[in-house]
Structure formats: structure tokens, C-alpha cells
């Protein structure tokens, strides 16, 4: 049985039909990121000042990874017109290089950027124990600047038993290099290139620490904020790529054969959607 | 005015037209599909899409830029952000999504969102309460 | 068919798709947000003095946020309309049947209220949470939202007013709901306009005064309306005997329902039962009492029907939906009397026989090969016999 108005439009909307249903999902997600980001606006803003962590990303590879993200939203449009147009190989390699950006873009998330920070380890030090570790922390260097002081010592975690054992009473933390030198003026701007922790160890004594977790969703709100929205997009772009290989694979392309505007339809919507994640 | 609506239509409905014009059995006859390429020459805008593609990637680097700009106030510089992100989406939403070739009816669903998510992100602007900082917030 | 004469249930199912649409995703990141907080120990909603950062309290109550969160706007717009439903479904019908002259006037104003009900419902969900430490810029703005979404609310109720003028109206079962609706439903509004203001809220909130408030607003629109829709499926001539039995259900319920929340409204300030702030950890229920065991099924069980009291337990109309449906008679073709084409049975038979040819889908309706929908065009144009 065929389903009616996949290509030709409805007299009442002027449109196929799966055009209007996408645009309307479209909106609901608009709506979901929408809530998310203002989630992270409102976290942001309201923050105490000082404690919002900055220069913990790693700014080139996710501008890399952005790129290649942007990449594969041109590919996938050069696909379509490649169906439109009725040229089945050019759409194949673009289809191709469609799913490569994206299986790469994830590829790059969940093994690179993800781990890094997943290898990081961060102390906060309570507020009664912050002259003790002045050397590293420099607060009143930024006191004199007129910023904010800092409160979190990160690092390399040298003794990663010391998270589980409660026999061990400190932290062996190979620090960034921040807080080697923290009294630099150099060092209260993050840096472009990603700079990894040096070999200088700190002993932390873990009665000083209030919290000490590695850089996952539960360290911070900043990194709640930063793994439940890339991790969302993650999923999306996850779906996306499953979706396009389908339509790669000769089970979802055959329709080429018997209707190639059907065919062209389809990927115009799936793109609809992952062209803006 | 309805009850003589009503009564007359079930009354000329099921007596004269079921009656006298039996349900024709025949299976409806779906539209049939165009198979030629469609009118609107697509091969025209791919140089489009390749020139928007570069200014999608020249605008990655400007908010790279940007966020090492310190505008003033956190709330400026997350505004500066969120209008590069704003203007980036409505590029890639109007050309590559094609939205500018939609009917009104699209534009019609996605104006209340617009409408909604810029309300609900001012919303938040509005909520931020000015405490004395170090890093000046409002 | 034009968009003016759909019956009015229509139109409010229309907003609610559109409500459910843009509102319920802002509802889903609440939800994600609150799935990595029990899953990955993010700190979203907990209080800040769990978690350092100083990150802003989303609120207090993780559940009320829930429903109301900063990110889950609109979502009480959804209660508000799935109420109007049930109310317009049972109630359009109740009021058409006494036809009023003037109806046109009538349901535009009732649809352009609807439909900036439902656009307005998006900006006032932070009336559900003045309590949560917001400043005073962001109270202002739903204060006034509030305050403005009133106005469509009384225009609604109003027309529903207005269009049992002229009507002669048979105190029928079904119509005693329907009337009883409106007052009651008068009441439930008037009790909301303290709450809309941040200042007067601060003595109501987590009282009693709140629930009597929203059962006003809620089971005359839901509950009243359920049962006089069902009744009104039922034909009148199966009808007569329990009459007089069902009609002192219907005052039971009213009565029943002032009972309940009157004097919640009146003896305003009685705090509710809250449940102790336990901070949740694995292990515990939603709760915060320790996981649910098996043993906890039968106790559960009894605590739904205390907790929901008068719906579950047997009561008249239980008896009679029992009754209802287990009896049967033959009725003639318009048994309700009806003047609307939803109800005329003969025309659903006719429909119902044309739809039924192979090939015939839902949507076939939008096109010129629907005879059914056609047969309408046609006698519209016809003109009436």
C-alpha cells in the first residue's frame, strides 16, 4: 500500500506531508537544546564569581571537531542535490563522506575529548585551608587584581588509589601548570592550546579538601552543564548517523530505483534535522 | 437553524444520497508520483551551499575568537555568543534546510518557537540577580 | 467545513497538540536534568550547599521543579488545558442542545480566548514557585502574565455563561453537571487571584488554600465533565428510572467537593503535610523512604485509594456505570436530541459505510476522492432543505 502525499503536496498545507511533520519536531527540539541552554545561561550567570571553571576545554580539537561537524552538514546537502539532480554515484560519496564526519566527530568525543577530562582530577580546598596552599593557589596576587580568588587545585592524579582507600591520607597530584606558577599574569587568561599537567607533584592532605572527584558530571555544575548537553548532542548526532547509514546502504537507497524523488525526500528530512545538531 | 441544518442533511444525506448512489467499492486511487527532476534547478545552489559551508566555518573561528574577548559584563559576553550561535543556526535553518523556499505555513509553526526560546533566554537574563562580584556581572 | 464551525472540543484539542509541542521538551531537559542528577550525582536541582560552585538553586522541591522548573515552561499550561478538554467536550455539547441565537459570536470568542490562553500559558509557569528566591524583576514579569492570563480564562467561562441564554434548558443529569460546573468553576478562579501575587502567596504557599484552590479549577473541569459526558452517551429513554438516583449522586459530588475545600479557602494558612527533606541517596524511593520491596505493593495499593479518596472508592456512579452498560435498548436514531452532525447517528452510520471501502486511509479525507466529505460540501452549497 502506498502512502499518499510522500512527494506530491497536500492541497490544504501546499507541502508533502513528512516536510511539515519534520519542521514541527524540529520545533519541539529547538525547544529542548532552548531549555538546556538557558539552563546553562542561568547556571552560568548566577554563579559566585570566581568558581565558574574556565580553561578546561580543550579549545582546538573542539573547534576541529566542530568543523568537521559543519563539514558533514555541507555533504550531506551536496547529497541531496546529488538526488535531486538524479546522479546516484555523486550522492553515494557524499552520503559517505557524510557518515565518515560524523562517525569521526564521534569518534573524537567519546575517545579523546571526553577521556581527557575524564583523567583530570580536581580538589576543592576548603575555604579554613586556603593559606596553606597559597603557593599554588596565588590568591593574593588575584586579590590585589581585583579577581577572584581561586579555590580548586587540578592536576594529574598520581595516586589513584587515594579516591577509594581511606587509609591514604593525601592526594598526589601532578599540577597544571597554572598552579606552578600561579602568580604569573600570564596565567589568568586561559590559554588557546591545551597545555597537559606538568610533572611537579603537590601533596593535598584530604582533611583540607572539601570535594575531590575527576572532571565528571558530578565535579561541578560546570561540568554537568558540559556532559548532559554534549552528551544529548552526542545521541543526536549518534541517530543521525545510523539514520544516513540506512539511507546509504543499498536496503534504504534501493528506493532510488523506484522512486527517486521519495528517496530525495527522505534525506531532505533526515538532513533537516541533523543539519542543525 | 442547526436542528434544520442537521435533520436536512441526515434526511437528504442518508435517504436520497446513500440510498439512490451506493458506496462505489473501488480502491481510492493514490496520487501519482512525479519521477522527473524537479523544476527548480538544484545545481544552481551548490555553489550556494559550498559558500555557506566556508562562512559556517569562518563564523567557528570568530566565536573561538570572541570567547577571549572580554566584553565587560558576563552577561555581554554570553550575549555576543549566543547571537553568533543564533546567526549560525539561522544560516544553516535558511539554507541549507531550505527554509527559505518553505510556504507560510512553516514559518508560521516556527515563529512561536522563535518567540518561545528567546523568551525563555531572556527570561533567564532577567532572573540573574546582581551581587557584588569580582568580575562585573550586570 | 470551516474553522468556525468546529465544535469547540476541537479547537481545544488543537491548542493542547500545539501546547504539547513546544511545552513538553522544555519539560524533557528538566527531566534529562534530573536523570543525570540521580544517575551521574550532578547537583541541577539540589540545593547549593551540597554541591560547591555556587551554582543558583533551581528550586527546593526536586519534584515541584520538576513540573514547574525554570526549564519546563508551560507545563502547568498543559494541566490547564487538558482540563479544558474535558470541560469543552461535555459542556459543548450540554450547550448546544439549548441553542442559542447568537451562537457566533459566541464561539469565536470562545476559540480567540483558547487560543491566547494557550499562547499565554507558556509564560507563567513560574507562579507555581514565587518561593524559590527569584528576584524581583522576574516575580514582576509573571505576575503580570498571571494576572493577564485571567482575562481569556473569564471570557471562556463567560461564554459558557452566555450561551444558556435563550436556551430552554432540561435540568437532565448530564445538564445538572454542566451547571454545576460553572459556579464552581467561578470559585476556583476567584481563589487563584491571591496566589498570582508573589506577596499574598507567601502566606498560601504549601497551605491547603492552594489545593482547595486548584480542585476548583480541576475536578468540576475534569471530573464534572467526565461524568456528564458519559452520561450523555447514555440515551435518555435507558435513562429515566436512575434519574432520580443519579441526580442526588451529582449533588453528592458538588456537595462533596465544597466539603472538602471550602473551608481551605476560608480558614486560609494550615500548612500542608510535606515530607521531610531527606537528601536522596541509592536506596531510596521517590519518597525518600527505603526502596520498594515487594511487600510494599499491597500497601501501596491502600494508600492510592486513601490518597485519592472519593474517585476510587465505590460510589453512586460506579453503580451506575455498572448499571449502564449492562443494559440495553433500542433507540431510535437521534436519541440525544441532538442539533449538532457529531451526534446525529443516521449521518455516522451513512459515513461510517463509505469509509469502510478498501483503499479509504485517514487522510483520504483532504482530498476530492472523500465522498463523505464532499457530501458535506454539497449540502452545504445546497443550502438546508
Redesign the interface.
Known sequence: MEIPYTVTARPDTGLWNAKVGIWLFLASEVMLFGGLFSAYIFLRLDAEPGVWPHGLLNVPVGTMNTAILIASSVTVVLAWASLKMRRFNAYWWYMLATISCGVIFLFVKLYFEWPQKFDHFGAYIKPSALEKYEPYLGNKHLLSEGLAPRVEITGHLHNHEALHDPNIKEYEIGLDPIYTDPTNPKMDRPHFLYVPPTDKIAKIDKADVERATMFVPSHSTYFATYFTITGLHGLHVLGGVIVFIYFWLPVGSKLYRQNPEHLANRVEVARVVLALC | MLISFGSSFSHSFTCSKAMNNPPSTEPIEQETEHYAPQSHDVSKHVRGYLMVGATLLIFTALTVFLSYVNFGTQKANIAVAMVVATFKAGLVAYIFMHLSAEKKLIYRILIFTAIFVLGLFWLTYLACNAIRSFTNVA | MTWMRLPFFVWAQFVTA?LL??????L???I??QL?DRV?????FLPSGL??????V?DQRRRQSLCSG?????SSGIRKFTCSFCRAWALSRKL?RT?PAN?SGVTKSLVLAALVLG?LS??VWAHHMWLTG??T??SA?FQTTTMIISIPSVIILSAFFISLWGGSIRFTVPMLFATAFLPMFGIGGLTGIPLAFNSADLYLHDTYYVIAHFHYIVAPGTIFAVFAGDLLLVPESNRAQDERFLGQGAFLAVAHLHERHLPANVFAGHARDAPPLVRWRPGLDAGGRESVGLERIPLEFADFHRRLGHGTRPNPFHHQLFLEHSKRKKVD??PWE????EM?R??A??AW??CR?????P??V????C?VVK?FHD?DR?G??
Open positions: 500545539f509541542l513546544l511545552a513538553f521538551p522544555p524533557e531537559s528538566a534529562v536534568m543525570m551521574a550525582g550532578t547537583s541541577f554541591v560547591v560552585n555556587g551554582a543558583q533551581h525554570n526549564t519546563s515552561s508551560g448546544s441553542t451562537r499562547f507558556f509564560i527569584m528576584g524583576i522576574v514579569f436514531d437521534n441532538a442539533t449538532t452532525l446525529d443516521a449521518v452510520a451513512a459505510e463509505l471501502r478498501p483503499g479509504c486511509l487522510w483520504t483532504t482530498s476530492t476522492a465522498p457530501g449540502a445546497a438546508p432543505a
